[in-house]
């Protein structure tokens, strides 16, 4: 009996959550940098702890450019947005490192994409965080190259009922 009561609370408490929301949350991708309309800005704009050890160089073909990273080299972009995770696309599986206002956090391979480039994943909070300034650290102990950089958010999209 105690069961039955639990199931028909959980389902009450669903239809009323339901009830309640005129919108529908879809995830929204927003690029926060492609690495492809930096004209003549140095780096498109991020400072690199050493500079010697960052440049912009192709990745897929030539007309596609990333950020390549030396070992131990950190980049950051001043920035302002509202997320909830943050996507980087690579040729390195592992060991790069995203700070948000100076927090780190160690990003994990989700998928392969185009070899040997792989979308690494972070998700900074449930809700949202507004983020000041981003930073992409090379821990790898090898060269890395960061060919994209998103912010993936949940925006109510209002209903057309």
Do not use: K
């Not at 400072?47 to 960052?54: C, E, F, R, V």
């Amino acid at each position: 009996m105690t069961q039955r009561w639990i199931s028909c609370a959980l389902a009450l408490g669903t239809l009323l959550i339901a009830a309640g929301c005129d919108c529908q949350l879809e995830d929204v991708d927003t690029v926060i940098e492609d690495f492809e309309s930096c004209g003549n800005i140095p780096l498109c704009g991020w400072t690199a702890t050493d500079p010697s050890g960052a440049r912009l160089t192709t990745t897929f073909h030539p007309s596609e450019h990333g950020l390549e990273l030396q070992p131990g080299v950190a980049a950051t972009f001043p920035t302002s947005i509202r997320t909830e995770e943050i996507h980087v696309v690579s040729d390195c599986r592992t060991g790069i490192i995203l700070h948000l206002d100076g927090r780190p956090f160690r990003m994990v391979a989700t998928s392969q994409g185009s070899q040997p480039f792989y979308r690494l994943a972070v998700v900074v909070s449930r809700g949202g965080d507004d983020v000041g300034s981003l930073g992409i650290e090379n821990m790898s102990g090898r060269t890395c190259v960061i060919d994209d950089v998103r912010s993936i958010d949940d925006v109510c999209l209002e209903d057309d009922l």
